[in-house]
């Protein structure tokens, strides 16, 4: 059996698609599945053998441990303006720590979901490195709870105590199918869609910086199907074990994200600009970029999709087919 968990959620959910389609149907879907019934549509088509309650699976990974064969560990708390120290200890840190000591203790290969938020503002660039870790500043709280447990891992496995396999994996800015249901969190290909829809323009934030242009803010976008192929090539892998970028490698604007979403569906360009919400305005990401030469290294053969084609199917494939994988 292969276990996911975060399996309602954004990749998880991707992932549990891309496996069913290979022909693993012997899934076990983990996730706090009661609380949020707007996830339900990226779950209730999975074929598994068994859902199991986030609360619920490290006893469960301790009595089924001799059937399964990996652990997705792809849930989490990913707010970036939630503020609750507290809260993302217990659900990023201190649950990722427990999962983590089984997968050692059983011996099971971990592959778990960090995130380029532990770059905060890039002063220390965007490399995955090890040695670099430990100067990384994050920018809140999300950010701080992945830098935490990746900083913890690397001591593990420097102490010996770690899977015979593990790989943590830093997303970017991941859009695609399946996030519906983040809310402000979600892509600003979706919210761009859904603008449009409503307006038939699309607001983006203004720049509180002066080296930088109104929309021309730049990011790592990486679409969803290029993480799901890199956990799942990964999970045959399982060498080389270490945290690895999981990003496109080429900064885009959000200005050329959004050109992108009004050209898939083939509306006239229309974009306006709002300023950047106080709450999140000191701690916003004005660039983040992927260096991908350590997963290339490691023998990953395949390229990551362009900002232009994952908008396009993205928009015309499963948006105004109201889809998910």
Wanted: hydrophobic share 35%; net charge negative.
């Amino acid at each position: 059996m292969i276990t996911i968990t975060g399996a309602a959620g954004f990749i998880g959910s991707a992932l549990a698609a891309r496996l069913n389609a290979e022909g693993f149907n012997d899934l076990v879907l983990v996730d706090d599945f009661s609380s949020r019934p707007d996830k339900a549509r990226n779950h209730e088509n999975r074929t598994c053998v068994e859902r199991v309650d986030r609360a619920d699976f490290p006893a469960w990974l301790e009595a089924n441990e001799n059937q399964v064969q990996f652990v997705f560990h792809l849930g989490a708390r990913t707010d970036t303006t939630e503020q609750d120290r507290a809260l993302f200890d217990r659900l990023n840190l201190n649950y990722s720590q427990d999962i983590w000591r089984l997968c050692t203790r059983l011996g099971l290969p971990l592959v778990y979901a960090s995130s380029a938020a532990t770059y905060g503002g890039g002063e220390h660039g965007y490399s995955d490195r090890h040695d670099v870790v430990d100067r990384l500043q994050p920018l809140n709280p999300y950010g701080d709870s992945k830098q935490e447990f990746d900083k913890w891992a690397l001591a593990e496995a420097e102490a010996g105590r770690a899977p015979y396999f593990w790989a943590g994996l830093k997303f970017f800015n991941v859009y695609g199918p399946g996030e519906y249901h983040k809310g402000r969190m979600a892509s600003v290909v979706l919210h761009a869609f859904r603008q449009i829809g409503e307006t038939g323009g699309m607001k983006l934030f203004r720049s509180h910086r002066k080296d930088y242009a109104d929309g021309e803010q730049l990011r790592d976008f990486v679409y969803v199907r290029d993480v799901v192929d890199v956990c799942h090539w990964l999970m045959h892998h399982r060498k080389d074990s270490g945290l690895y970028n999981l990003g496109s490698g080429q900064a885009r604007s959000f200005l050329d994200l959004t050109r992108a979403t009004f050209n898939a569906l083939g509306v006239e360009e229309n974009i306006g600009f709002i300023d950047t919400p106080i709450d999140i305005r000191d701690t916003y990401q004005y660039f983040t970029e992927a260096d991908m030469g350590k997963l290339q290294s490691i023998g990953y053969p395949r390229e990551m999709t362009s900002l232009e084609d994952g908008v396009t199917e993205y928009v015309k494939d499963y948006l105004l087919q109201d889809r998910i994988l």
